[in-house]
Structures are given as C-alpha cells and as structure tokens.
C-alpha cells in the first residue's frame, strides 16, 4: 500500500544544534514534495517546497533534500532555537492531491 | 496579506446534529481543500473545488457534504452527527491555474473545532 512514514517519536534537540527529519514514502513517484510546519490547534504553514529533479533546496536556516532513489526526503534546521519547536508535517502529490505524513513533533531544549 | 478565514472557530454540537462550516479563501485562489484532523493525526483529505466545481474527492462521508459559491467561498454541511466527527476541521487554498495541475503550496486557514457530544 501506499505510505508515508514520519519518524512518530518526539524529537529532542539541544538549541544551537542541527535538527534533522526524516520523511520516507513507498509506492509513490512524487513530482514534488513539501513540507509544513503545524503548532498545536493551528493550521499547517508552508515552509518549501522541492522537486523531484531537485536534490537540495534551502531557505534561511532550513534545508530540504529530496532522493528518489531511496524515496526519502529529509528536512533540516540549523542553529535550532526553541522557537522552532512544533510539529512538522511531510507531504507529497499524488493525483493532484497532497497525501500527508503523520508529522514528527520537533522539541528544542534551551 | 489577507489569509484563509474559517469560521466558526470553535463549535459544539450533540450527536445527530447537523453542522456548517465556512471557508474564505485568498482572493485569486482557484482551488479550496477540506481536511479532517484529529489529534495526533495527519490531515485527512476531505475534499476539493477547482473553480467551483468539485475536483477531487477523499475519504469524506456521505452524511458530509460541501460546495463553493459564486463568490468562491465554501461551505461543509455535515449531519447525523457521530461522536467520532469531533476533530479540526482545516481548510485550505492554493492558485492552481488549471484542473489538471499540481496542487502547488496550500496556504491553511486556523481550523474550526467542531466538539460532538
């Protein structure tokens, strides 16, 4: 079946360090795919978007890239800061729609 | 920059009740998307219009029902309702430019809550 796997566990990051999230899909052929970040009772805001002839696409202190070889995106923020601290959501196309992962709550310690 | 406005923002309903939830997207935006969420889950694809006609359609239930009007705002109409309804429900606009394109950046509204008791 169709999938996109988030990691599910929180991840604890010290500020000032890199975080890194992983997003892997199966039985797709995305031609592109986005991520989101989601603070609690809100609504997901767009953060970049990266297609699939692309391999890195960055935006201040994120950093996306995208390998369609292995079907895994990974998305990065640098000199983390506890306000970056949410969760943040993966999302491909898919017959012009967008098919969401479950996201993975990103918690940034001072 | 004018963003997505839903209302209400939060709403309370008993079981078998009926619902309605209203949707502004951005002026210019061709295309409005529902989602379901529930809480630590990942947006449920609802439905969408293209231009005011319905484009695509997901896992949305038959006692749900949703169209956009002439001045591209939407509506979800839901009934009969379950206890198993009470979720965030988002929606979102993105400018396509056709109904066979991708579906680009979505710009989300703040959600309204709709609580079943």
């Known amino acids: 079946s169709q999938k996109i796997e988030q990691n599910s566990e929180a991840l604890n990051i010290q500020e000032g360090k890199t975080a890194t999230l992983t997003c892997n899909y199966t039985?797709?052929?995305?031609?592109?795919l986005q991520w989101y970040r989601q603070d609690p009772g809100r609504g997901p805001v767009f953060l970049l978007l990266i297609r699939e002839n692309e391999k890195e696409k960055r935006k201040e202190r994120l950093k996306v890239t995208f390998d369609t070889t292995l079907k895994q995106s990974l998305f990065h923020i640098t000199a983390s800061q506890p306000a970056d601290s949410a969760t943040y959501l993966c999302?491909?196309?898919?017959?012009?729609?967008?098919?969401w992962g479950a996201g993975t709550k990103l918690i940034i310690k001072p | 920059a004018a963003g997505v406005i839903q209302s209400p923002r939060h709403l309370i309903k008993e079981k078998r009740e009926t619902a309605t939830l209203k949707c502004y997207p951005i002026?210019?935006?061709?295309?409005v998307y529902w989602y379901q969420q529930g809480p630590g889950q990942d947006p449920q694809f609802l439905i969408s219009f293209y231009e005011k006609m319905q484009s695509d359609k997901g896992s949305i239930p038959d006692r749900f029902s949703a169209q956009q009007f002439s001045d591209y705002h939407s509506e979800l109409n839901m009934s009969s309702l379950e206890l198993g309804d009470s979720a965030l429900y988002f929606c979102a606009s993105s400018f396509r430019g056709g109904p066979s394109s991708n579906t680009g950046e979505l710009f989300f509204g703040e959600g309204s809550r709709l609580t079943v008791l």
């Open positions: 999302a491909l196309d898919s017959n012009y729609q967008l098919i």
């Open positions: 039985n797709y052929s995305p031609a592109y």
């Open positions: 002026p210019r935006h061709d295309t």
